[in-house]
């Protein structure tokens, strides 16, 4: 069922200034529905859209074009494959999901200086996306290095509910991407954001809350 998306924002944007987060942007994320929600964004005004998967981005590039032209960013948010890269590149405007040395490469094969965030796992577990805190500072010199534009740092709080692990997740990125003097936190999903906001988040990330449940 589609959803009411301009009305949802208004909700959303309302519930961002009681936080007092009214810098902070929406990426509104369209991942698993169909082009009718990239549009339905667009429409709504919310100014930058993100995607999951490689092959939804090719499958949706015409409408993903579509809002790009009117002005709308479109980020990948999802883990990429290298071999992947290049269902994405010349569709997207920033890469958040940057997460390995051979990725990067491969994106600066792809797409010249295109905007990347380095993607960080707080928390022990490996089969998670993101890498750990101490492969940072490297990678964002690597990134550079081969000519793409690092903006900050993103995180995935940890799923379980857990509220102090994700303050504790989102507290350590923020002075993380402040010691390496990176301005954007992507940080805050539809059910954490409020706690993304209170540790400096600049970019929230919001699907269910705007588009329904996937
Ligand atoms: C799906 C997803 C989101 C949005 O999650 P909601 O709970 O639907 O708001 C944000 N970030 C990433 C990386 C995601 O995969």
Redesign the pocket.
Known sequence: MQVDVAAAYAELTSRLADLGADGVRVVG?T?AHGPWAVQAACDAGITAV?E?YAQEVRDKAEVLAAVRASGVEVHF??GLQTNKVRMVAGRVDVIQSVDRTSLIDEIARRDAGIAVMVQVHHGGETNKAGCAPAEVHDLVEHALQRGLDVLGLMA?GPTDGDRGATEAAFTATRALADRLGLPECSMG???DLDIAVACGTTMV?????LFGAR
């Not at 990330?205 to 809350?209: H, I, P």
Request: proline letters at 0%; charged letters at 15%; hydrophobic letters at 40%.
């Open positions: 994320v991942k993100g999951n948010i999802g995935v999903m539809s059910n990330r919001v699907g269910t809350a």
